[in-house]
């Protein structure tokens, strides 16, 4: 298959801003506090132009299938390391999921953080979500801190 991984670019945010719909859509069977209109996650125009981050698309038949981003961040004072490479927005299209696209785009996200001295990464993922669970262990993440909530009226 021909795929072409490159940094998205402010021309991209059309398609982003749909894809983004589409994370929304894929997380809300896990939440049902996320918004039904008007739920946005990220700042594109930030994660495209801002040097501390890198958001990559990979391109197949001219089309956006798959999304990631890495964002350096500063990281709690208590933890040994200063600074942790924050990744989200991950998306395949679902008819390219299961062939190793999400593994490629982390790798290649990762080793963009590696080398501005990043080793720590992190990133959130809902605790029923057992797809993205599976891929980011398979990347060699594993589950560390549990977010708990309560809805009281
Ligand atoms: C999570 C997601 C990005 C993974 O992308 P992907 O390119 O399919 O992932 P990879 O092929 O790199 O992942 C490998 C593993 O993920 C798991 N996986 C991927 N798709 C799966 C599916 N539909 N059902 C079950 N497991 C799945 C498998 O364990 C797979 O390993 P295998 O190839 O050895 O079977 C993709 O499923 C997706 O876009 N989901 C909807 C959006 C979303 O939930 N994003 C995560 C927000 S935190």
Request: net charge negative; charged share 20%.
């Amino acid at each position: 298959m021909n795929l072409i991984f490159r940094p998205a670019t402010l021309n991209d945010i059309p398609a982003l801003l749909q894809l983004e719909q589409a994370v929304v859509e894929a997380e809300r069977p896990f939440n049902p506090q996320i918004k039904h209109s008007g739920a946005w996650y990220y700042d594109l125009p930030a994660l495209i132009a801002q040097d501390d981050s890198l958001l990559l698309v990979a391109v197949h038949a001219d089309q956006i299938i798959a999304t990631g981003y890495v964002q350096i961040r500063a990281t709690k004072p208590a933890l040994t390391y200063r600074q942790h490479g924050y990744l989200g927005f991950m998306y395949v299209a679902e008819d390219f999921r299961g062939q190793g696209i999400n593994q490629q785009l982390m790798q290649n996200l990762i080793t963009w953080a590696q080398e501005r001295g990043v080793s720590d990464f992190h990133l959130d993922v809902y605790a029923g979500n057992e797809a993205a669970i599976r891929a980011y262990e398979k990347a060699g993440f594993k589950p560390c801190l549990m977010q708990m909530t309560l809805h009281q009226e």
